[in-house]
């Protein structure tokens, strides 16, 4: 096994850190207070190819492994969670979806677009009623003619407000179950399309996380993605390759409040020494160390895996299961390392602690996770 990166995946790492520490770090304490898109920040990272990364060229997208693509999300993710989560949804659901069963129209509409930042894209499968049960989705889609009429409801849905184009999943025929289910592309601004307020979340507080309600909403059967009855299988392995990205995103978020932990420990003083020389302290840094690389091993793991076009189904499970552990684990002694100070906003801490909470939530719960890497291991 070789664990040394390549040059060019250094060089995706050493830009996604620099563009994290030059353009995200500056203000995002006061994108979090007060729960603020970053918008300028998200039309950069399309300019530098980080909506499209794993997209074919020929669709405008980077052309690079899922490997970097996980690099550039831990690296943004160590400062910014809620771009981060933005460019998770446009890469690994909206965008891989699209390029992995769209037609070369949708592809020509949308995909060229989505690849570049030019627009967002959301991934509406979350119901009231229907989160981790995808099965029970009562959106419905019902055909006439040469379109469908769709009505329903979706939320948590990141890029929920400025997004352009939504990959919606709905029921086509409930007789039918999950065979009944089918995908849609849905464009911002068609009649009966409705956005709702803003959601005051806990944690990722900049990501734009909305409900969306669908009226009498005409949809070009076109727009359809693959047959019909085939969204339940298109939103499952969509789902597959989020879950890598949202490893990623936990990965990174404990990275970073491990590494403003150590560059803490070392300039804080107590007792006539920097808190880094106090076996206590050192303990805790070296449990943070340990588990952030085993989670690090992990995600790589996945990623490469999908790289090959192997099953990565439960890799990438195990990977979101234990990383978004670890993310909680390590941000809460983050804050304990830095004591009272851990407590303000201004050390970063607290906010990475909020944000590390959703890890273990969206993509599926921790349960979910153990369900899929169960059948994965007794198959």
Request: with cysteine; charged share 25%; proline share 2%.
């Amino acid at each position: 096994m070789n664990f040394e990166l390549s040059e060019e995946h250094l060089a995706v790492r050493d830009a996604a850190r620099d563009f994290a520490h030059s353009e995200l770090l500056p203000g995002v304490i006061e994108r979090d207070s007060e729960a603020k898109f970053p918008k300028e920040q998200i039309k950069q990272m399309g300019e530098l190819g980080f909506m499209g990364m794993m997209v074919d060229p020929k669709y405008n997208g980077g052309g690079m492994d899922t490997l970097s693509y996980v690099l550039a999300m831990e690296e943004l993710s160590k400062i910014d969670a809620s771009a981060s989560v933005s460019m998770s949804v446009n890469n690994s659901l909206v965008c891989w979806g699209l390029e992995k069963y769209g037609t070369e129209d949708q592809k020509e509409k949308y995909l060229k677009r989505l690849a570049t930042g030019e627009i967002l894209g959301a991934f509406c499968l979350s119901e009231p009623e229907a989160g981790s049960d995808a099965t029970s989705q009562r959106t419905e889609a019902k055909l006439e003619g040469d379109h469908y009429i769709l009505n329903g409801t979706k939320n948590w849905i990141t890029n929920g407000g400025t997004a352009s184009v939504y990959l919606v999943i709905a029921q086509t025929d409930s007789s039918l179950g999950h065979k009944g289910i089918s995908a849609f592309i849905v464009e911002k601004g068609w009649d009966g399309f409705v956005i709702g307020k803003k959601e005051d979340k806990l944690g990722i507080r900049g990501s734009d996380t909305h409900s969306l309600m669908f009226t009498d909403v005409k949809v070009p059967a076109e727009n359809r993605i693959g047959d019909e009855g085939f969204g339940f299988r298109f939103a499952m392995e969509t789902l597959n390759g989020g879950r890598i990205g949202i490893a990623a995103q936990a990965l990174g978020i404990a990275a970073g409040a491990y590494e403003f932990s150590l560059a803490y420990s070392k300039e804080r003083k107590a007792f006539g020494k920097p808190i880094s020389q106090h076996q206590a302290i050192q303990f805790k840094l070296a449990d943070m160390a340990t588990t952030i690389e085993a989670a690090r091993l992990l995600v790589y793991k996945a990623a490469i895996l999908k790289d090959q076009g192997k099953d990565y189904a439960h890799a990438s499970a195990m990977a979101k299961l234990y990383a978004s552990q670890v993310a909680m684990d390590v941000t809460v002694e983050a804050v304990q390392v830095h004591g009272g100070y851990g407590y303000v906003k201004e050390y970063h801490v607290e906010r990475l602690m909020r944000d590390a909470k959703i890890t273990q939530i969206y993509e599926g719960t921790s349960e979910i996770q153990k369900i899929v890497i169960s059948r994965g291991i007794l198959k």
